[in-house]
């Protein structure tokens, strides 16, 4: 496991990093210590889980990835789970990397199985915000969380470009491909839908029940992040009802394109169908016909069935079928 640690000195009110080889003990007083763990193992979750008296049910949920994003409340700590999304552009598809965050009177705890480069931007935030020398570790977590929720706009922003270029070429391309991009994307934000969903849901318990740890003037920061989550929330809704709008045209213009072969092939079946039944007619072998003896009945068969092809061509034509 890799740590780093960063603590807010209540004497300076500045962060200082600390590089530590032992993870740090619990602060007293008015300072304010952030942890931020990366792989941690099993046994490492529990000393920190004994030094800082972390439920042993938060440790567990930290120790694999795939937690529904919640908020469980504890006697002297709150522990949430998150998730950053991130866009691969190579893939077009979207990722979401989990982030577990304790946070109690004096601390801030956070675990990830991978890198996470929004932290930097919140240890930026944190050391120029002249609020977290007043608020400490609950403004802290507002950080976290609104850098977090904050970055869901440039994702939704790229989806978005990718939906408006399949909308473009869904009129331009009879490809089957462009119906399994759809498909794809408009799973994603299915995906990317259902976080959001409980995530919401974490902030509406902070924001209706006065937490202890959380003061008056912080639970506002948090609407101001639920606001953002009502945002991503309509625009998710918006852009699956537009991919589904894509697959449904790319349906109709597919089954469009099938009715006008179809009615083709009908009115070419049709005039071969005349054309065959003035030739099986000629080609009976009954011996009394009476053109069989007339020295012009084979053109006559001919020009009666070019006469019968042209006509039918032309009504069919006329109606529309090509």
Known sequence: MAWRVQILDPATHMLVPHQTERLPERPTG??????DLVEPTEPELKEIGRMYGLHHLALEDCLHDGQRPKLDAYENHVFMVLH???????????????????????????????PLALLETVRERWAEAEEARTEGAPFLAYLICDTAVDDYFPVLDKLED????LDERVFREHDHHLLEEAFRLKKQLLHLRRIVGPTRDVFVWLLRHEAPLISRAT???????YDH??????????????????????????ANRMNVSM??????????MLVTLVSSVYGMNFHRIPELSWPHGYYFALGLMAALGTTSLAIFKFRGYF
């Open 30 to 35: 008015a300072g304010v210590v952030w942890i």
């Open 84 to 114: 950053h999304p991130r866009f691969e552009a190579k893939h077009h598809r979207m990722v979401l990397d989990e982030l577990d965050m304790f946070l109690g009177p004096n601390f801030v705890i956070t675990s990830h199985h991978r």
């Open 162 to 165: 990718r939906l408006a270029v």
């Open 219 to 225: 639970v506002l920061h948090f609407q101001d992040v």
């Open 229 to 254: 989550l009502i945002r991503v929330s309509d625009a998710l809704d918006l852009y699956r009802d537009l991919a589904g709008g894509v697959q449904e045209t790319y349906l109709t213009m597919a």
């Open 263 to 272: 009615k083709r092939l009908t009115a070419f079946t049709i005039t071969l």
